[in-house]
């Protein structure tokens, strides 16, 4: 019974496997539709294709709280406040549409993703929860929004500085 429960096991692994591979070609990264071509390049392509599969994989499994992890083992800690004005944003008027997951964890930091790849938040009525694309969809959108934080943090840093002068 044990060896049966291992195996149904590994093969229930295989979906995650199948997922990621999915990301990296149709579901996120469309690496098929690169038009590198060189052996080399195409193989360095690949790897950090599947780097970024695979984080958008770990995100899609942790939007349910089922795996613990902290936000900032996806994405870099010094965003924190960034990530709070974010939550803000993305979050609805109504409770159902707030954020439900504690901001320490993956899930707070999976819904705020799939909020900016366009996932609708709700849990009722035909809930679908997001996806490895919603995820990828996220991700692109947040990069973006993180770069201009960081350059109004900046700029108003400096401005600061200058004044001080």
Known sequence: MADAQQI???YRLRWTIEQVFRTLKSAGMDAEESPVIDVRAFTKLAIVGMIAAVRIMQITVGRDASTGQSWADAFDPAAASALQAI???VEGKTEALKNPHPP???AWFAWIVARLGGWSGYT???YKPPGP???ARGLKRLDGLIEGWNMATHCASVSARSADV
Do not use: A, F, H
């Open 104 to 106: 320490e964890s993956l």
């Open 133 to 135: 694309k919603t995820i």
């Open 124 to 126: 009722s009525r035909g």
């Open 87 to 89: 939550n803000r944003r």
């Open 8 to 10: 149904v096991g590994w």
